[in-house]
């Protein structure tokens, strides 16, 4: 029995072969029953929330659209199902048990196909972007590649700005705005449309717009100005990459983005703090499909890690900023403030900014106090109860001052007190008031 079993092994392992070997062109086309009537097929290489890089392979017979949609880091396959009528794409996505378990659909322009994403229900999804390529893609490419922070300087409607700009994805922006004059940082949020043109408001701590930026980002060169001003073309004069790394199966997967600089100490505790993560969303992830070993449209995305950086302040000295670690899993979100001395090889604390002999723990609470008094939401009953229960115990270094930040809340977001470095002087140490000189 067992030299039989060997020997019909033999002879259909060529089958075996061929069948793992059939590319996705022939794949797609063997999901139409009149083949001959098959007018294109086009292979697409794209990302979901650009971050789960994806591969896609499409035929059209002028009525059915059908294909296969790949996941590179896990090679998890789907079918899929739909029509183009106008340059609309509508495709279900079809599970290994062809039940649905998505929902893709989006326009196509020339060789790109942008739209959304959502799981059978519409409770989960993102935005979908993809390129035609000449050959279908296998690997995946590096999720950080279109992703940075740049430092820009110019002079905009009469002032003189710097601006500190983070890349989190294809559209978004998020940083900060420094007015030279008034010694004042505004946080910046926005987005870049189809075109690469852009709207950033500039808000202050009380939550109040005081400018709208407009402009085009051509790769990492900004053309910006007021609605009411002329645009000025500004290069970047400092920047930092990102880190990111990213996974997406059926159910579950994780994505986390970093910030890294050309100091190895920094890199190495950022990494640390990581890979910590990355472990414990890879644990949960095994325990989760352990525990379901079929598959069910049900299941379909529930299980996600999110995890992201944002820089506030860097210079060859410094660099301060948040990482937010968060799941699906377990409520709320783990928050990380850094301030690393770049000089030194280690991370800066209130008591290697502060001078011991000076009671500056009583001057802060009393300053985020008042401040957040005159903060637009304060009216709010409901608000003034959270932030009354809710510590500035986080602190990061900025331009113009310390900023000192309370936890995330999903309904009013992270809350800061920027104290500028004028008010702090009697309180801050003469090693520190040397470091922050550029």
Not at 64 to 91: M, V
Not at 106 to 132: A, H, M, Q
Not at 189 to 206: C, H, M, R
Request: overall charge positive.
């Amino acid at each position: 029995m067992i030299k039989l079993q060997a020997i019909l092994l033999i002879l259909l392992s060529p089958i075996f072969c061929h069948a793992q070997k059939i590319d996705a062109k022939d794949y797609v086309k063997t999901l139409f029953e009149n083949q001959a009537e098959i007018q294109w097929v086009k292979h697409y290489k794209g990302r979901i929330d650009d971050l789960n890089d994806v591969a896609m392979t499409l035929g059209f017979d002028g009525v059915d659209c059908k294909g296969r949609l790949t996941y590179l880091r896990s090679n998890t396959d789907f079918d899929l199902n739909g029509y183009i009528e106008d340059g609309t794409l509508f495709l279900q996505e079809l599970d290994q048990q062809k039940k649905v378990s998505g929902i893709l659909s989006g326009k196509i322009v020339g060789k790109t196909i942008n739209g959304n994403w959502k799981n059978f229900d519409g409770s989960r999804g993102g935005n979908l972007s993809l390129t035609e390529t000449e050959k279908i893609v296998k690997f995946p490419s590096y999720c950080g590649d279109n992703k940075w922070i740049r430092k820009y300087q110019g002079k905009i409607a009469n002032d003189n700005w710097e601006i500190l700009l983070q890349k989190e994805s294809s559209d978004q922006l998020t940083g900060l705005i420094f007015h030279k004059k008034k010694q004042t940082s505004y946080s910046l949020k926005g987005n870049v449309g189809t075109n690469d043109n852009f709207t950033l408001k500039a808000k202050n701590q009380k939550g109040q717009i005081v400018e709208t930026f407009v402009g085009v980002l051509k790769q990492d060169q900004l053309t910006i100005g007021t609605k009411k001003s002329k645009k000025i073309t500004l290069s970047p004069i400092e920047g930092l990459t990102i880190g990111c790394v990213e996974y997406a199966d059926y159910a579950t997967g994780y994505d986390i983005t970093f910030p890294k600089t050309t100091n190895a100490a920094f890199n190495k505790q950022i990494n640390e703090e990581t890979n910590a993560w990355i472990k414990a969303c890879r644990n949960h992830l095994l325990k989760v499909k352990k525990q379901n070993t079929s598959i069910n449209p049900k299941m379909r995305a529930t299980e996600r890690g999110f995890a992201w950086g944002e820089v506030e302040y860097f210079s060859k000295n410094v660099v301060s900023g948040f990482m937010t670690f968060s799941n699906t899993w377990t409520p709320g979100q783990k928050l990380i403030a850094f301030n690393f001395d770049m000089e030194n090889d280690r991370m800066m604390y209130l008591e290697d900014v502060f001078e011991k002999k000076k009671d500056y723990q009583k001057y802060i609470r009393n300053y985020t106090k008042k401040e957040i008094r005159n903060h637009q939401l304060y009216a709010d009953p409901d608000f003034k109860k959270w932030i009354k229960n809710n510590e500035f115990s986080y602190f990061t270094i900025r331009k113009d001052g310390i900023c000192f930040s309370t936890k995330y809340s999903m309904l009013y977001g992270r809350q800061s007190v920027t104290i500028p470095f004028r008010q702090l002087q009697p309180f801050l140490k003469k090693s520190f008031i040397t470091m922050m000189k550029e």
